[in-house]
């Protein structure tokens, strides 16, 4: 069983970074991609960043792109997810999710097998 934990959430105005942590224990971290996703009140999981195992691919949504990166270190078994030049929509749970099989519909929910119980990440205007 892997243990995924997300920490580093908080409240920061817009234009402000944040940078969320994802913990993973239970399992050879170096062979699982990661994803990000996020959820805001009343609408559904969307998908956000997505790392390959090995690290060497790296996906965002539209939305996210030039503003967010995300990376892993394995030495660590930890994934990242840095948030720059935060927007008021960006404000939502952030949840980090493993897939030890490296699908490539990386944008799925149902993908991941191990989910994290969501870190919250507050922009005001």
């Known amino acids: 069983q892997v243990q995924v934990v997300e920490s580093g959430g908080g409240l920061v105005q817009t234009g402000g970074s944040l940078r969320l942590s994802c913990a993973a224990s239970?399992?050879?971290?170096?062979?699982?991609?990661m994803g990000w996703f996020r959820q805001a009140p009343g609408k559904e999981r969307e998908f956000v960043a997505h790392?390959?195992?090995?690290?060497?691919?790296?996906n965002y949504a539209d939305s996210v792109k030039g503003r967010f990166t995300i990376s892993k270190d394995d030495a660590k078994n930890t994934a990242y997810l840095q948030m720059n030049n935060l927007k008021p929509e960006d404000t939502a749970v952030y949840y980090c999710?493993?897939?030890?099989?490296?699908?490539?519909?990386?944008?799925?929910?149902?993908?991941?097998?191990?989910w994290g119980q969501g870190t919250q990440v507050t922009v005001s205007s």
């Open positions: 999710a493993a897939d030890p099989w490296g699908s490539t519909a990386f944008q799925k929910v149902s993908t991941y097998e191990y």
């Open positions: 239970g399992r050879t971290f170096s062979q699982y991609a």
């Open positions: 790392i390959s195992w090995s690290g060497a691919s790296t």
